[in-house]
């Protein structure tokens, strides 16, 4: 069965460090998401991204935050300058185009632990 | 913004016993979505609910949606060990496919 695969499993970084987290979509999805999940909460939306564009953002998502889509294939998550409260599970989830078809099917999750 | 509660936040059961989750929504909901995270694992969805009154089943679980589509229910009936982990709710915007919101989650133990 096709799945979303994410690197690194798990990243350790230095406060105020750059991060990028990488994923690939199940190939013939086209609309991408990342969520992320601070350790015992719940999954919170950060982006949605469909044709090349962000297509929704919610308010964790601010101007340190910013997504690309660099190739046919990869979807990366980058955080410019890392905060301790960064630290999470960052999933990222893709689905294919259509209302019937809205299921998300998520990655395993990258860890990112900041010190 | 939309919330989407949930309870119980845990609850620990004796194997066989039967399971209830219940989710709430502070809005109309065009979907309800339900997923499964297994301890230290991913999201894994589980069912899409889109109808008034709906009920869907898959095998011991039963999943139902409010007739005002304000809320919706899991239950499990006969749990397992292998039932172990968080399950969640997610609201569906009017978009369908462009986010869900996820409820804050019930941690399920069972007891073997």
């Known amino acids: 069965e096709p799945e979303v695969t994410q690197t690194p499993s798990h990243q350790v970084t230095q406060m105020g460090q750059e991060v990028i987290l990488r994923c690939v979509p199940i190939s013939n999805h086209l609309y991408f998401y990342w969520y992320r999940q601070i350790l015992g909460q719940k999954v919170e939306f950060l982006v949605s991204f469909y044709n090349n564009e962000i297509s929704e953002k919610s308010e964790i998502f601010d101007d340190q935050f910013s997504v690309e889509r660099p190739d046919g294939s990869n979807f990366t998550l980058k955080i410019r300058s890392t905060k301790l409260e960064d630290s999470a599970m960052y999933f990222c989830a893709s689905s294919p185009l259509g209302r019937a078809e809205n299921t998300i099917y998520f990655g395993e999750g990258s860890w990112l632990t900041v010190v | 913004g939309q919330q989407v509660m949930q309870i119980p936040q845990y609850q620990h059961v004796q194997e066989g016993e039967d399971f209830t989750t219940y989710c709430n929504s502070s809005?109309?909901?065009?979907?309800i979505q339900w997923y499964k995270q297994r301890p230290g694992g991913h999201p894994v969805f589980l069912i899409q609910?889109?109808?008034?009154?709906e009920v869907k089943k898959q095998k011991r679980l039963t999943f139902q949606f409010g007739e005002a589509k304000k809320n919706s229910s899991l239950h499990i009936t006969a749990t397992q060990t292998t039932d172990v982990g968080t399950y969640f709710c997610a609201a569906g915007n009017s978009g369908g496919y462009q986010k869900v919101t996820f409820g804050t989650g019930t941690k399920l133990q069972v007891i073997p």
């Open positions: 609910l889109v109808k008034s009154g």
């Open positions: 809005t109309t909901l065009s979907n």
